[in-house]
């Protein structure tokens, strides 16, 4: 069984920086890799980033790209998600997601995620 808790979420102004982290247990099988969607009020689930276990290989959305850093510790089991210049627009419940076995592809529309965490609230404020 797989488990993913988020925590750090909260209610930051524009412009502010926030740190999610990510607690992984449970067993992996194959390759392994780890990220984060958000939903917004009245949108579809987006993917924003992902890191494989594998090769640290990374992939985000276009518009977080240059905003947002995604990264492990192993030893921790834990990944994090770094967030600089929030902006509104990125208020949303962010999802700690995961997934394993096969190879996939590491793009918005390829990324197939397995485990979902509980969610965790971030508001960003203008």
């Known amino acids: 069984q797989v488990q993913l808790v988020e925590s750090g979420g909260g209610l930051v102004q524009a412009g502010d920086s926030l740190r999610l982290s990510c607690a992984v247990n449970?067993?992996?099988?194959?390759?392994?890799?780890v990220g984060w969607f958000r939903q917004a009020p009245g949108k579809e689930r987006e993917f924003v980033p992902v890191?494989?276990?594998?090769?640290?290989?990374?992939q985000y959305v276009d518009s977080v790209k240059g905003r947002f850093t995604i990264s492990r510790d192993n030893a921790k089991s834990t990944v994090y998600l770094q967030m600089n210049s929030l902006r509104p627009e990125d208020t949303a419940v962010y999802y700690c997601?995961?997934?394993?076995?096969?190879?996939?592809?590491?793009?918005?529309?390829?990324?197939?995620?397995?485990?979902w965490g509980q969610g965790t609230q971030v508001t960003v404020s203008s």
């Open positions: 997601v995961a997934a394993d076995g096969v190879r996939q592809v590491l793009s918005a529309s390829g990324f197939r995620p397995r485990y």
């Open positions: 449970g067993r992996f099988g194959g390759f392994i890799y």
């Open positions: 890191v494989s276990w594998t090769d640290d290989t990374t």
